[in-house]
T-cell receptor
Framework: DAKTTQPDSMESTEGETVHLPCSHA???????IYWYRQVPLQGPEYVTH???QNTTNSMAFLAIASDRKSSTLILPHVSLRDAAVYHC??????????FGKGAKLTVSP | EAAVTQSPRNKVTVTGGNVTLSCRQT?????MYWYRQDTGHGLRLIHY???????QIGDVPDGYKATRTTQEDFFLLLELASPSQTSLYFC??????????????FGAGTRLSVL
């Protein structure tokens, strides 16, 4: 799996819309972009994924650049419960899946 | 909802000790994974398996063995534990070929301390 680059941390305030960026310049054509989030003392939790088109679900909106070399996870109206480490990872046909350190999102009241 | 159960949740052992971490999934998933998580390193893949009897090497396999006895059960073995293996261990499962959504489902983790 190709590697991704995320900021180490981001800060926000409750009610704001947060944009979490991820760079994946060497992404292959068959690789999906996945986002997971992790709160302390728990395993990562699936947030969303996409291949080429933007996607949305109850948790977030995923915006994928037209060249697929970057993506942005958009969290609307964040609450304290959205504070977590967000992992952007790529997954293709291979079964090996490696995580990086992710981006720590802090949400202030 | 997919379920991955790890045991024990906490374990303390001494250097040179023998430790087995257990993981069971009831998702009928083919793939299972063992990760360790340490401050400053994020999640690192130790071993993974795509079925009973199969074992694949991950990114940080040294000092670890693993065995997949059934589709449901995946074990991580530390035969001569060292303090550098003090960490938070996560097990996960996924159905790689289940359509395009090969989402990983994680267990709650096992905190291991090697004194």
């Amino acid at each position: 799996d190709a590697k991704t680059t995320q900021p180490d941390s981001m800060e926000s305030t409750e009610g704001e819309t947060v944009h979490l960026p991820c760079s994946h310049a060497t992404i292959s054509g068959n690789e999906y972009i996945y986002w997971y989030r992790q709160v302390p003392l728990q395993g990562p939790e699936y947030v969303t994924h996409g291949l080429q088109q933007n996607t949305t679900n109850s948790m977030a909106f995923l915006a994928i650049a037209s060249d697929r070399k970057s993506s942005t996870l958009i969290l609307p109206h964040v609450s304290l419960r959205d504070a977590a480490v967000y992992h952007c990872i790529l997954r293709g046909t291979g079964s090996k899946l490696s995580f990086g350190k992710g981006a720590k999102l802090t949400v202030s009241p | 909802e997919a379920a991955v159960t790890q045991s024990p949740r906490n374990k303390v052992t001494v250097t040179g000790g023998n430790v087995t971490l257990s993981c069971r999934q009831t998702n009928s998933h083919n793939y299972m994974y063992w990760y360790r998580q340490d401050t400053g390193h994020g999640l690192r893949l130790i071993h993974y398996s795509y079925g009973a009897g199969n074992l694949q090497i991950g990114d940080v396999p040294d000092g670890y063995k693993a065995t997949r006895t059934t589709q449901e059960d995946f074990f991580l073995l530390l035969e001569l534990a060292s303090p550098s293996q003090t960490s938070l261990y996560f097990c996960a499962s996924s159905d790689l070929w289940g359509g395009r959504q090969n989402t990983l489902y994680f267990g709650a983790g096992t905190r291991l301390s090697v004194l």
